[in-house]
């Protein structure tokens, strides 16, 4: 690389450091005058160099940030497995419970049959407990009981 010195005045260079960072090497640059005045400047400093160092290194850790998210989201823990088929079975119980209230109050509504068969179609989550897994089928099994009952008996009424 030649030295700035020997570039000569205002001649600058852009010289590419690491991923996405960019320094300006610059000689010297004559000043600008404006209204006869003689201003202050600072040698290779320079206001738009700041920037695209900020911007392209920025660049490049969102693009990283974002695939180390979506990484993350598709690993899911034993834990976090339990949690969620826990969560699904107490939709199902309170969902039969609304049900049962609405049969004994004569107001079943097509919309409660239809949460019903959703939260039954759901996809559970396997867990490592067999007692849990065992609970759960039972708590399916009702609600898929339950469901066929009632579209029996709309078919028929």
Do not use: C, W, Y
């Amino acid at each position: 690389m030649v030295p700035a010195s020997a570039k000569g005045p205002g001649v600058h260079s852009m010289k590419v450091t690491g991923t996405g960072g960019l320094s300006q090497t610059s000689g010297a640059k004559p000043a600008a005058r404006s209204g006869g005045g003689a201003g202050f400047q600072v040698s290779g400093a320079s206001a738009p160099a700041a920037p695209a160092q900020v911007s392209g290194a920025s660049g490049v850790s969102s693009v990283m940030g974002v695939e180390a998210l979506l990484a993350l989201q598709d690993v899911e823990s034993p834990t976090e497995r339990k949690r969620r088929s826990v969560k699904r079975a107490g939709r199902l119980l309170d969902q039969l419970d609304a049900l049962k209230v609405a049969l004994l109050g004569g107001e079943l509504s097509a919309g409660q049959i239809d949460n019903l068969a959703r939260a039954v179609r759901e996809q559970r989550a396997a867990t490592d407990d067999p007692k849990l897994e065992g609970l759960l089928d039972e708590i399916e099994t009702r609600a898929a009981v339950e469901l066929a009952k009632l579209e029996s008996a709309s078919r028929r009424g």
